[in-house]
């Protein structure tokens, strides 16, 4: 039977530079990367195709909610989105078919199951694969995903972690049995050339893309964090719809400029949450076979102990603020949280008009007509005989 190796990512494992490896540049022949989501939400994330296609109820996916889509309209596509897989794989021809999907956890095992019966009906044999951070990064960069997407609350900074990474685990054992999940620990410093995609590659045997994309999914600086922190809470809502998430992009993109320690929670923040943990950390641990305990006590460098830290904006950052938002240096020095919210949205104002600008240049243009054909004629060739 030919194989199916399934990807799934916890955040900040390097999922996204995986996936755009393996969707824009894979070259080897015995391996096929699916593109089944479709030419508008092709980034080579199935993370969204996936929740459609599987879940018991797509309409709570985080992006499903953001676009204001109905139970309905995402029952219409997923008959669509079934239709392109079952193509892709009716044309594999003896190749390794790949997926990579960050919303096996919203799945919960009757998706997953689901999930696994789509695939051996059509004599797939799925394995799955994934990374996982140590705790302290873990914990920190569910934050920050949180924080990008709207849902940045201190008081629930911890709410929702208990066992998540440990349930995950155990529901994907359950359903594709445990030789067949594998879970290794994110390292940079023990991959090839400190890369997530040469590891990933090297571990199942694919030759490795010519193009890497090592600023895939960047992370925030910690001033960076502190400006959208501000911004969430004086603007914690959003109307749903594409638009709104194009929109948060954007802003993102820019804040992304910002450079700066990265963001880290104090070991004494952590401590009571981690001290909770114990049991599932020593659980995936030993699934590991690594202690995912690194830096938990280190304070060596710059770090948040309460929610007043999270509004402690450094000069520099004010000083960049002020500039890119038309402002004259100095001008936001001194000013309550509220007005350098402000700041930030009329920052995301601003960046979203040059996204605009920069796709109505001919060279824009040019690039995503090309990317758009590169697409049509992949899904002409995946549903030919």
Same mark, same amino acid.
């Given at each position: 039977m030919p194989d199916c190796i399934l990807h799934y990512g916890f955040p900040k494992t390097g999922s996204t530079a995986i996936q755009r490896a393996l969707s824009e540049h894979l070259a080897d022949p015995r391996f096929v990367y699916s593109h089944f989501q479709g030419p508008i939400h092709d980034h080579g994330n199935h993370s969204r195709a996936m929740a459609t296609a599987f879940s018991d109820r797509p309409e709570e996916y985080h992006t499903h909610v953001a676009e204001g889509l109905s139970a309905e309209i995402l029952l219409q596509e997923r008959g669509a989105l079934l239709g392109r897989l079952d193509?892709?794989?009716?044309? =594999?021809?003896? &190749?390794?078919? $790949? =997926?990579? *999907?960050? *919303? $096996?956890?919203?799945?919960?095992? *009757?998706? %997953?199951?689901? @999930?696994?019966?789509? =695939?051996?009906? &059509?004599? =797939? %044999?799925? &394995?799955?694969?994934?990374?996982i951070r140590p705790r302290r990064e873990s914990v920190e960069s569910s934050?920050?995903?949180? @924080?990008?997407?709207?849902?940045?609350?201190?008081?629930?900074?911890?709410?929702? @972690?208990?066992?998540?990474?440990?349930?995950?685990?155990?529901?994907?054992?359950? %359903?594709?049995?445990?030789?067949?999940v594998l879970l290794w620990k994110y390292d940079r410093r023990s991959f090839p050339d400190r890369c997530v995609v040469a590891d990933f590659c090297r571990r199942l045997g694919i030759d490795r893309p010519p193009v890497i994309d090592r600023e895939a999914n960047r992370s925030l600086s910690l001033p960076a964090i502190r400006l959208l922190f501000a911004y969430r809470h004086a603007f914690p809502a959003s109307p749903p719809g594409r638009r709104s998430i194009e929109q948060n992009a954007s802003l993102i993109a820019a804040l992304g400029e910002i450079d700066g320690p990265r963001f880290r929670f104090h070991p004494l923040l952590l401590e009571p949450v981690i001290r909770e943990q114990e049991i599932h950390l020593d659980w995936l641990e030993t699934r590991v076979g690594a202690t995912l305990r690194d830096g938990m006590d280190d304070d060596g460098e710059p770090s948040i102990r309460c929610e007043e830290d999270l509004l402690d904006f450094s000069p520099e950052s004010l000083d960049w603020l002020a500039r890119r938002t038309g402002r004259a240096a100095g001008s936001l020095a001194g000013k309550d949280p509220r007005a350098v919210a402000d700041a930030v949205d009329r920052l995301r104002e601003i960046a979203v008009a040059e996204q605009v600008a920069a796709q109505r240049k001919p060279d824009g243009l040019v690039a995503r007509l090309g990317h758009r054909s590169r697409q049509l004629l992949g899904h002409f060739g995946r549903r030919s005989p």
């Open positions: 193509d892709e794989i009716t044309a =594999l021809a003896g &190749r390794t078919f $790949l =997926l990579s *999907s960050e *919303s $096996l956890g919203f799945l919960r095992g *009757s998706g %997953v199951q689901r @999930l696994r019966t789509f =695939l051996e009906e &059509r004599h =797939l %044999v799925p &394995r799955t694969v994934g990374y934050f920050v995903e949180r @924080l990008k997407h709207r849902q940045g609350a201190f008081n629930e900074v911890f709410k929702g @972690l208990g066992d998540g990474p440990r349930s995950q685990m155990a529901t994907l054992d359950k %359903v594709f049995g445990r030789e067949n």
